[in-house]
């Protein structure tokens, strides 16, 4: 598989990227939250922009909906927890 990467700085790529996205990050603040992506020399940030687009948002449906943004947790990226510990 071909990557290509977003982030030079921490080395993320745009799969990882639009994976976030598909977890409620809608912002490129939200994707740097997530995987630090556009916090160094600043130049992917356009690129995440372009990414993210100016389509649905999950977190933006989730507010509406009167759960906070930041602290909900989409389904399939929740932690899964061992019942073993």
Sequence with gaps: MNRVYVCNCFGVTEEQVKK???GGACTPRQIASACKAGTDCGSCVRRIQALLGRGACPRRELVEQGVPALTAVVPEF??????AA
């Excluded at 929740?78 to 019942?83: G, Q, W």
């Design 78 to 83: 929740a932690p899964v927890l061992d019942d």
């Design 20 to 22: 976030h996205a598909d």
